[in-house]
């Protein structure tokens, strides 16, 4: 631990620490961001933020709930109870016409296609998702936008007062956790601004989530599932299924993409149980025949089985409610697998294909080309959702205009947090091949007080360094198993053939993600232009060789992934429109 705490002190300063030693330096211990919420609170946005960030963390939360577990009824009761004292009774939020969506990889994506779809027939939105990328307003949007900060902070302080007015004194928690919050904001605001439905995404799992208080939803859906949050809903795929197929009600339609034997089985009992009739999704080319191929706003193959799911959910709410244009149908085809009847085979609508090509979903499979540099931003955070990330930045490298002279360069920036196994990850991001590996924390700043949407108070600075330097040690395990590869084991999958560089594969770590962005933009970025870098960044041998490297390089391609609170942190300094 005392060569680690060496290598963490160094890095708070110095900002880039190699793989193959330690630099010296030394930094006081300091607590992420806290900052106490004011003793009167005023009406200002800001304010409202840090108010809300002093309720409860995320990691707070999953603690919370393992403990909890064993009955999930107990915090469905505490949620109903919490919507009682807002005003608000379960049978309220029937006005909503919900849509209600959970999955392991892909919910957020398919949540987005179904709410513009549906926003493509004239019909207003709102739309309940997370985590958010830059400021905690974008969780609630109607229209497909994040409501303004007034409009945020207007609702904030209305729905906290009247849960300090309702307090029971003997009760030890008078104000629920953060996610609970902004789920009951959520419905308050959409039942205020007559929003004619609202696309609910789940948090995690389903059945103990708290956006499962709603008792008639419209339709629901089931995407991709995978291995996520193991301490909470179980190690197995079949366990998680389990989850996931809480959200189904009797009586009401749900829909799923195809899963694995075990899993699709589970989700089928689990309907059968509760006389939920479940449906499974044709695949996106089934749709397409005989008439125009769909055109995705969303990158990557993996969006194909988002975008059939949301295209099933979205018709299935219109006729619910009595549209007419929802798709001529097809001659339909024996279920696969015969588990589960398979869902309609229609011609999508012209709303339907427009909504599909215009969505829009902010870091996922999301490209930014700026000068010289391309950015790949993926917020993938389990071996699945990795894999099929991988996918698209290898066919995204495939398929670019290659320059005319000049070397290419190719960066990872990674983080991992939570029990997530970032080695696993790391392993599937081997075969890209990257000249330079860097790791930084999910902060943009090293101290972010002056934004309350980046704050954190469950980690301290060491800490998340701490974290970033395992994850370095892994990547060069990694490497040094490469090199010395077992006989007669598989060769390793290359992306291409790569000319070879007069510098070896490096790692650095860097002590916020702005330092990180000004090392790998060299300036070269049109838009990310920040004042002068520390000159410590370019302190270590490897920074200081990289940085000449990156600033002859004829094109730079840096891919960004493994959390999405890294994504965010990154889209907020490389797009200042998103904080405004």
């Excluded at 995978?226 to 009401?252: P, R, V």
Aim: glycine residues 8%; charged residues 20%.
């Amino acid at each position: 631990m005392s060569r680690a705490r060496c290598h963490l002190r160094a890095a708070l300063f110095l900002a880039a620490v190699s793989s193959r030693g330690a630099t010296t330096g030394v930094a006081a211990r300091r607590v992420l961001s806290a900052w106490p919420a004011p003793q009167e609170p005023g009406m200002e946005y800001q304010d409202a933020v840090r108010t809300l960030n002093t309720l409860q963390t995320n990691a707070n939360y999953l603690e919370q709930v393992k403990r909890q577990r064993g009955d999930p009824q107990t915090q469905l009761e505490a949620m109903k109870l919490y919507l009682a004292r807002s005003g608000l009774q379960v049978e309220d939020l029937d006005q909503l016409n919900i849509i209600h969506i959970t999955g392991t990889k892909g919910k957020g994506s398919t949540c987005a296609f179904t709410e513009r779809i549906l926003r493509s027939y004239g019909l207003k939105t709102g739309f309940f998702s997370s985590p958010h990328l830059v400021q905690v307003r974008e969780r609630i949007r109607i229209n497909g936008q994040p409501i303004s900060p007034e409009l945020f902070t207007k609702y904030f302080w209305r729905l906290y007062h009247r849960l300090e007015e309702t307090k029971d004194d003997s009760s030890c928690v008078s104000m629920p956790g953060y996610f609970r919050f902004l789920t009951l904001m959520a419905f308050h605001v959409f039942l205020q601004e007559k929003v004619d439905l609202a696309v609910m995404e789940v948090g995690i799992g389903g059945a103990y989530d708290c956006t499962n208080i709603v008792k008639k939803p419209v339709v629901c859906g089931v995407s991709s599932l995978g291995i996520d949050h193991t301490g909470l809903l179980g190690d197995t795929m079949e366990k998680i299924a389990w989850q996931k197929g809480g959200i189904f009600k009797c009586g009401i339609p749900a829909f799923t993409v195809l899963q694995p034997d075990g899993p699709l089985a589970v989700l089928r009992d689990r309907a059968q149980q509760i006389s939920c009739p479940l449906y499974l999704c044709p695949p996106l080319e089934a749709l397409e025949e005989g008439g125009p191929l769909l055109t995705l706003g969303l990158e990557g193959e993996h969006q194909q089985s988002n975008a059939a799911l949301a295209l099933q959910l979205a018709r299935c709410w219109l006729q619910q409610k009595g549209y007419q244009d929802t798709g001529e149908l097809k001659a339909s085809r024996p279920s696969l697998l015969g588990q589960l009847p398979l869902a309609p085979v229609f011609q999508p609508t012209s709303h339907m294909q427009h909504g599909l090509r215009d969505t829009e979903w902010p870091g996922r499979t999301q490209l930014l080309r700026r000068g010289p540099l391309t950015w790949y931003l993926d917020g993938a955070h389990t071996t699945s959702s990795m894999q099929a990330c991988v996918r698209w930045f290898r066919q995204a490298l495939h398929s670019r205009e290659r320059p005319g002279g000049g070397s290419e360069v190719r960066v990872l920036l990674f983080n991992s947090t939570g029990d997530r196994d970032s080695a696993a990850l790391l392993k599937l991001l081997q075969p890209c091949q990257f000249d330079y590996t860097i790791f930084c924390p999910n902060l943009t700043e090293v101290s972010s007080t002056d934004n309350a949407d980046q704050q954190n108070f469950t980690v301290t600075l060491d800490q998340v360094l701490l974290r970033c330097l395992a994850h370095q040690q892994h990547w060069s395990r990694l490497h040094e198993d490469q090199a010395s590869p077992e006989p007669g084991g598989p060769a390793p999958l290359l992306l291409a053939p790569r000319p070879a560089h007069t510098h070896s594969t490096s790692s650095l770590v860097f002590s916020c993600i702005s330092h990180a962005l000004q090392w790998i933009s060299q300036g070269r970025d049109p838009v990310f232009q920040p004042t002068s870098p520390p000159r410590v960044l370019f302190a270590h041998p490897v920074a200081g060789s990289g940085a000449i490297v990156l600033q002859e390089a004829a094109a730079i391609h840096v891919l960004v992934t493994g959390s999405l609170h890294l994504v965010g942190g990154v889209l907020k300094l490389l797009e200042p429109s998103l904080s405004q």
